[in-house]
């Protein structure tokens, strides 16, 4: 039962040898903590027998409070808790800090089963986010088990998008796999997102995303039966691997081949595969292969004269980013995707859904900054003023807030042309605005970074702390503007579909 103290007494505690200090209404006995600090005993003894609420909000995020509870002693007798505590799947009050239909406006998408699923998976990867981080700081694999319980709540699948693969399944919120729509998943990636931990999101679920809809969409049903479950379980994992050293962008300059063996029933292939997302963990690749007349995609299992190496990124070595050499891999013709020298279809299919998760990510990364942007501006004092008292800072949060608002209602418009537009129709119309909204969401990643390192300081360059979220964003958003199409090609690409629909008889 907690213990009620008036600051009176609290002051009595003053010394190093007897040390409370008080945090909100909260009161800390820190004497055995003291030489245990990680910031030396000098802070704490200034505070000592003191409100101690300001200089620990200036200097620790509130996980911390919740870490160190054991230390908490009692409350403050007649006063009542001004700062409220994070308590797992909550929203956030903060402005902005969730996308409008969250913060009490009107919206013509979402209905009763998205705010449900919002509510029961952000219960959700709020218990497994320490884990997560924990997995990114160390650089490691995720662990089977980790996997194994998104699986479990069917979100490995989720991550895939609608379709007949999520039909009879009972998703979070109790949402039906029938009624599982684009909106839906994207609820699923800003949920994952908030674990702020992008190499180890890019090991989970990147390569998962890009790789999987190739079995889905061109495999055999053999195929179908055999893996994806092992998949969806988190049994499994599978990469994309299309890119090499010498071919990015340009798919048609890959020199990996398969040639077919003189019986025709497997061919061999050689070649290698560079900057491959989660190919260190993958048991299964999606490959993009040289056949005799044209490009082919293969499903290749990892076996013999499979191998691969971490690359070491400006993100967590946990993202499995891999070099990847096949070596006389023999591989059955069965395992082809798609007919033979028509990969370019495969390779082609899921671009415009690949881009379209990579949107959700860089929505979700600069609203959780610009949260924290808004959170620090408000306790961060600075020559006798708080940080937003500055006009300066506002007109950072106002820009950063714009950009990133019309960016995600440009998301949602595209979202719901997805929801209400036949495949054919989309890979008709859509390719070219996601190109452009990328595009513009990688820019704003870019402006959102500069605008909160310069509010955060020397903080927003500290991979631990206060500023670590900036840290990251301002560390990793580039993977954003490269990958899935460099903005240079997103800009090109967009116009040149805005071309190929121009009027011819439109003039001035």
Same mark, same amino acid.
């Given at each position: 039962?907690?213990?009620?103290?008036?600051?009176?007494?609290?002051?009595? %505690?003053?010394?190093?040898?007897?040390?409370?200090?008080? +945090?909100? $209404?909260?009161?800390?006995?820190?004497?055995?903590?003291?030489?245990?600090?990680?910031?030396?005993?000098?802070? +704490?003894?200034?505070?000592?027998?003191?409100?101690? $609420?300001?200089?620990?909000?200036?200097? %620790?995020?509130?996980?911390?409070?919740?870490?160190?509870?054991?230390?908490?002693?009692?409350?403050?007798? *007649?006063?009542?808790?001004?700062?409220?505590?994070?308590?797992?799947?909550?929203?956030?009050?903060?402005?902005?800090?969730?996308?409008?239909?969250?913060?009490?406006?009107?919206?013509?998408?979402?209905?009763?089963?998205?705010?449900?699923?919002?509510?029961? @998976?952000?219960?959700?990867?709020?218990?497994?986010?320490?884990?997560?981080?924990?997995?990114?700081?160390?650089? $490691?694999?995720?662990?089977?088990?980790?996997?194994?319980?998104?699986?479990?709540?069917?979100?490995?699948?989720?991550?895939?998008?609608?379709?007949?693969?999520?039909?009879?399944?009972?998703?979070?919120?109790?949402?039906?796999?029938?009624?599982?729509?684009?909106? %839906?998943?994207?609820?699923? %990636?800003?949920?994952?997102?908030?674990?702020?931990?992008?190499?180890?999101?890019?090991?989970?679920?990147?390569?998962?995303?890009?790789? @999987?809809?190739?079995?889905?969409?061109?495999?055999?049903?053999?195929?179908?039966?055999?893996?994806?479950?092992?998949?969806?379980?988190?049994?499994?994992?599978?990469?994309?691997?299309?890119?090499?050293?010498?071919? &990015?962008?340009?798919?048609?300059?890959?020199?990996?081949?398969?040639?077919?063996?003189?019986?025709?029933?497997?061919?061999?292939?050689?070649?290698?595969?560079?900057?491959?997302?989660?190919?260190?963990?993958?048991?299964?690749?999606?490959?993009?292969?040289?056949?005799?007349?044209?490009?082919?995609?293969?499903?290749?299992?990892?076996?013999?004269?499979?191998? $691969?190496?971490?690359?070491?990124?400006?993100?967590?070595?946990?993202?499995?980013?891999?070099?990847?050499?096949?070596?006389? @891999?023999?591989?059955?013709?069965?395992?082809?995707?798609?007919?033979?020298?028509? *990969?370019?279809?495969?390779?082609?299919?899921?671009?415009?859904?690949?881009?379209?998760?990579?949107?959700?990510?860089?929505?979700?990364?600069?609203?959780?900054?610009?949260?924290?942007?808004?959170?620090?501006?408000?306790?961060?004092?600075?020559? *006798?003023?708080?940080?937003?008292?500055?006009?300066?800072?506002?007109?950072?949060?106002?820009?950063?807030?714009?950009?990133?608002?019309?960016?995600?209602?440009?998301?949602?418009?595209?979202?719901?042309?997805?929801?209400?537009?036949?495949?054919?129709?989309?890979?008709?119309?859509?390719?070219?605005?996601?190109?452009?909204?990328?595009?513009?969401? #990688?820019?704003?990643?870019?402006?959102?970074?500069?605008?909160?390192?310069?509010?955060?300081?020397?903080?927003?360059? #500290?991979?631990? *702390?206060?500023?670590?979220?900036?840290?990251?964003?301002?560390? #990793?958003?580039?993977?954003?503007?490269?990958?899935?199409?460099?903005?240079?090609?997103?800009?090109?690409?967009?116009?040149?579909?805005?071309?190929?629909?121009?009027?011819? &008889?439109?003039?001035?």
């Amino acid at each position: 039962m907690s213990k009620f103290y008036t600051r009176e007494e609290v002051k009595r %505690h003053s010394t190093e040898e007897d040390l409370w200090i008080i +945090i909100d $209404t909260s009161v800390y006995d820190m004497t055995d903590f003291i030489n245990f600090h990680p910031g030396g005993a000098f802070p +704490i003894l200034e505070l000592a027998g003191k409100d101690a $609420t300001d200089a620990f909000y200036g200097l %620790h995020r509130q996980e911390v409070l919740v870490k160190y509870d054991k230390y908490k002693i009692g409350t403050i007798e *007649g006063e009542k808790p001004q700062i409220d505590i994070y308590q797992s799947g909550d929203l956030s009050k903060v402005p902005y800090a969730e996308s409008s239909a969250w913060m009490g406006f009107k919206s013509p998408y979402f209905k009763e089963s998205h705010f449900k699923l919002r509510l029961a @998976v952000r219960k959700i990867a709020d218990s497994l986010a320490a884990e997560a981080r924990e997995f990114e700081e160390q650089g $490691t694999r995720p662990s089977d088990e980790f996997m194994q319980k998104l699986g479990k709540h069917g979100l490995l699948a989720a991550n895939i998008g609608p379709g007949p693969w999520l039909h009879g399944m009972t998703l979070p919120g109790g949402v039906s796999g029938e009624e599982f729509d684009y909106f %839906h998943e994207m609820i699923v %990636h800003e949920e994952l997102g908030r674990w702020k931990v992008r190499g180890f999101d890019d090991g989970v679920i990147g390569g998962m995303v890009i790789s @999987v809809p190739t079995i889905l969409n061109f495999g055999t049903p053999e195929m179908k039966q055999k893996i994806i479950p092992e998949l969806f379980a988190g049994r499994k994992r599978m990469s994309l691997a299309i890119t090499e050293p010498f071919a &990015g962008s340009d798919v048609a300059r890959i020199r990996t081949t398969a040639k077919r063996t003189a019986d025709g029933k497997h061919f061999i292939v050689n070649g290698v595969k560079k900057w491959i997302t989660g190919g260190c963990w993958a048991d299964y690749f999606s490959v993009a292969v040289r056949t005799e007349k044209g490009i082919s995609m293969l499903l290749i299992e990892r076996s013999e004269g499979v191998e $691969t190496k971490l690359i070491k990124t400006s993100y967590s070595p946990s993202a499995g980013t891999a070099y990847v050499t096949f070596e006389n @891999v023999l591989v059955p013709v069965e395992n082809l995707l798609g007919k033979e020298d028509h *990969g370019f279809l495969v390779v082609l299919s899921n671009f415009n859904h690949e881009r379209w998760v990579m949107l959700t990510g860089s929505s979700i990364a600069c609203r959780l900054v610009i949260e924290e942007c808004f959170k620090w501006a408000n306790q961060r004092k600075v020559f *006798g003023k708080r940080l937003i008292d500055q006009p300066v800072i506002r007109n950072k949060l106002a820009k950063m807030i714009s950009s990133l608002e019309s960016v995600h209602a440009w998301i949602e418009h595209i979202t719901y042309q997805m929801c209400n537009m036949s495949y054919k129709e989309q890979s008709d119309k859509l390719a070219g605005p996601i190109a452009l909204c990328k595009y513009q969401a #990688t820019r704003m990643m870019h402006d959102v970074s500069d605008d909160a390192c310069q509010i955060f300081g020397g903080r927003a360059i #500290t991979k631990t *702390g206060m500023g670590r979220t900036v840290e990251t964003l301002q560390r #990793t958003y580039k993977f954003s503007a490269i990958l899935g199409g460099a903005e240079e090609i997103m800009a090109d690409l967009g116009v040149r579909q805005a071309l190929k629909k121009f009027p011819e &008889g439109a003039r001035l």
